[in-house]
């Protein structure tokens, strides 16, 4: 969930940055993202220790809140920011062919998004990779890690820094909502698919491959937009994994395991 | 901008009167609704019934073919209701946790949604250019008969709650004995379920799909922090609310450009920051003095306890202490200690000599108390729990500074004034 409420909390730091550096550059954007993403995983940890709040409704305040002060900069600069709600609410994939970068030469190398997301794709690769064990030891027994010197905080500010790097990435394709689709649904799937961390991400991964493909075919057999049909197919290859797994257990006894993932 | 307050408090558009009047109705009735759910700990059902309510919305204009209000009203009510029950569904039969289910309905109803969306609006039907309000609010807009459909539903919302009240505070705050004493659990969860979906399908087209959690959570999050007393919260909460709609109605009028629904939840999270930080009692700042407060007199007391103990042991009551004697037998930083020191001479229990200091009369007293509430604890902890002797010293080392003089009478004459403690120390009585 706190994902959710990053994608939303970064708003005001893609309005900043793009005010700031007066284009739409992507790495100008990146950090502005990535900063306010920060500052909200910070604000929600606060909220939660310091100010007694519970964590649901901490998270709830902090991204409404963000979100707002997002829309009002946006309004209170419309001649200046070529930035609006709806585009950045959902977003549309369909333009981003369009918007390509053309070397100094004149050759057409492609569409701009793409490079983002690539460089994005292989930066959490890494990140994933470098830090696996990390990351393991700290989602599942934070006090664990820190028995063993590994600072819990720093991994939870680093995965945040990430997802709001990812959530950004995507904006200007899935828009901010359904980013969440896409950070939320295939790891759900893959989880109730198996127990191991590797065989998860390995399945969450081709979940979302097979969810981007399937949708883009829906979205043409309808004509309709292609990030929400991709959500869409997502939610549908997790409503098949759901009964699957119901009608494998049905009869036996219930057996949960505690440790669960938080998006 | 004088003149557009003016204009704006004289109220003389009626325009204006609908837009504060409906702002303020739904400010304060999605506050009462949304307290219930933050209550039970699901402070962000509000949020994925909002984002789920779009699908409904398309569905009922697709079959409607027009935009009856009613209809979509209805749509948007049964998508919305459908949410709740997966949300619960999928965290009752699977071994996600409720959030990554909230974030997963929520994102997946939405991208259905915005699929029909985009499929109405390219089939071209020229009804189809207000749905958007359903997504982005449109306060500002808002005409005579929306305000006579909120007044409506917020009525409807605040006498449910009125007439409920009892059991929703029961399945609030302790489910399971509600259910114990007969309370039809299902039915109740039912009815609030149904408000909170009725609020969102109102309060959405105030200020939109992503700022509507705002209105369910952040006034009670605020008002919680000014009592303990659930009506009286509840009561706040709806102030906080409708004042917010108020002033956000207020800012986006003497503001050219400005959003309505936005800062409708600024003013709200501004109110609930300020409340967090300082509100008294339970504002960080004063939770912050009052912990002051206790360790400052903690230090203290355990400061003078160690004065007596080195006194005790060598007979040396009424000599001056230097500060690595008492570091000792309390391990504090010379700092530390040196400031304890000052504000003990401050209060009469220490005096200063040229070598040092010692306990005062006064200080001594107090001290003498410590010891013998520590020790008396000891002695009740082995006498009546049989805990070992090495074991009880920490326990006692933290209640010796609650132990109020009523409940000193009570262990002397439980355990009959006794001499000496577990570890035969003498137990120093105030005669």
């Known amino acids: ?34 900063a306010l993403g920060i500052i909200s995983t910070f604000l929600i940890e606060f909220l939660t220790n310091k100010g007694n709040l ?69 930066m959490v690769i890494a990140f994933v990779w470098l830090g696996f064990n990390q990351l393991r ?102 409503g098949i994994a759901f009964v699957y797994v119901r009608s494998k257990t049905k009869g036996d006894a219930k057996i949960t395991s505690r440790e669960s993932i938080v998006a | ?73 209805i749509g948007a009510f049964i998508s919305g209701w459908i949410s709740i029950l997966l949300v619960d569904y999928i965290t009752k039969k699977s071994k996600l946790k409720e959030d990554t289910a909230i974030g997963l309905i929520l994102s997946v109803f939405f991208g259905v949604g915005i699929l029909l969306m985009t499929y109405i609006q390219q089939s071209g039907n020229a009804e189809q250019t207000g749905l958007n309000y359903f997504l982005f609010g449109k306060a500002a807009s808002m005409v005579g008969q929306d305000v006579i459909v909120f007044s409506v539903i917020s009525v409807i919302l605040i006498i449910t709650v009125f007439l409920f009240y009892k059991e929703l505070q029961l399945i609030s705050f302790d489910e399971a004995f509600a259910q114990s004493i007969g309370i039809r659990v299902k039915l109740i969860s039912f009815i609030l379920s149904s408000l909170t979906v009725l609020a969102v399908v109102t309060g959405i087209q105030a200020v939109g799909v992503v700022l509507m959690a705002a209105l369910l959570i952040t006034p009670f999050a605020a008002a919680r922090y000014w009592s303990g007393y659930l009506p009286r919260i509840l009561i706040l909460a709806a102030i906080i609310g409708g004042f917010s709609g108020f002033s956000g109605t207020y800012i986006s009028y003497i503001a050219p450009n400005m959003p309505t ?34 360790r400052r007199l903690i230090q203290d007391e355990n400061i003078l306890k160690a004065f007596f103990q080195i006194a005790e042991s060598n007979e040396s009551f009424g000599e001056p202490k230097s500060v690595a004697m008492i570091r000792k037998k309390r ?11 000052k504000r003990l001479k401050r209060q009469g229990f220490l005096k200063q000599s040229a070598s040092g200091y010692y306990l005062s009369k006064f200080g001594q007293r107090k001290a003498a108390r410590l010891v013998k509430l520590h020790r008396l604890w000891e002695l009740y902890l082995t006498e009546y729990l049989r805990i070992a002797p090495d074991h009880v010293h920490e326990d006692a080392d933290t209640i010796e500074h609650l132990i109020t003089p009523e409940l000193e009478k009570k262990l002397e004459e439980k355990l009959n004034y006794p001499k000496a403690d577990p570890h035969n120390s003498q137990i120093p009585y105030d005669n």
Request: net charge neutral.
């Open chain 2, 1 to 73: 901008m004088w003149e557009n307050a003016i204009d704006f408090f004289s109220f003389t558009d009626a325009n204006v009167i609908y837009v504060v009047l409906g702002t303020i109705i739904l400010g304060a009735s999605a506050a009462v609704v949304g307290s219930f759910t933050f209550l039970r700990k699901r402070a962000l059902i509000g949020d994925a019934i909002a984002h789920s309510i779009l699908p409904g919305i398309c569905i009922a204009f697709i079959l409607g073919g027009t935009k009856n209000y009613a209809f979509l009203i």
């Open chain 1, 54 to 122: 519970q964590s649901d409704a901490s998270i709830g305040v902090t991204f409404t809140w963000l979100f707002a002060l997002g829309v009002i900069l946006i309004s209170a600069f419309t001649g200046q920011v070529d930035l609006d709600q709806e585009c950045v609410l959902y977003g549309e994939i369909a333009y981003v062919p369009l918007d390509t970068i053309v070397l100094n030469s004149g050759v057409d190398i492609g569409p701009q998004a793409i490079y983002l997301l690539g460089a994005v794709l292989l």
């Open chain 2, 261 to 294: 629904g936005p800062w409708v939840v600024m003013v709200l999270s501004v109110i609930a920051l300020i409340s967090i930080v300082f509100a008294p009692k339970k504002g960080i700042v004063s939770r912050w003095f009052k912990q002051r407060k206790y």
């Open chain 1, 1 to 34: 969930m706190v994902g959710d409420a990053i994608s939303h909390a970064v708003l005001p730091g893609i309005v900043i940055a793009f005010l700031w550096s007066g284009s739409r550059d992507s790495v100008t954007m990146l950090l502005g993202a990535g």
């Open chain 1, 137 to 238: 030891i700290t989602s599942f027994d934070p006090q664990y890690a820190i028995s063993l010197g590994i600072s819990a905080t720093l991994w939870n500010y680093l995965l945040m820094a990430f997802v709001s790097f990812t959530t950004v990435a995507s904006f200007e394709s899935v828009g901010a909502i359904l980013v969440v689709a896409f950070l939320i649904a295939p790891a759900a799937t893959a989880y109730l698919l198996t127990k191991r961390l590797k065989t998860m991400i390995f399945i969450a991964s081709i979940t979302g491959i097979l969810s981007a493909i399937g949708g883009h075919f829906l979205a043409i057999s309808i004509n309709g937009s292609i990030a929400g049909a991709m959500a869409t197919v997502a939610g549908i290859i997790f």
């Open chain 2, 331 to 341: 391990y504090y930083s010379d700092r530390l200690i040196n400031r304890i020191f």
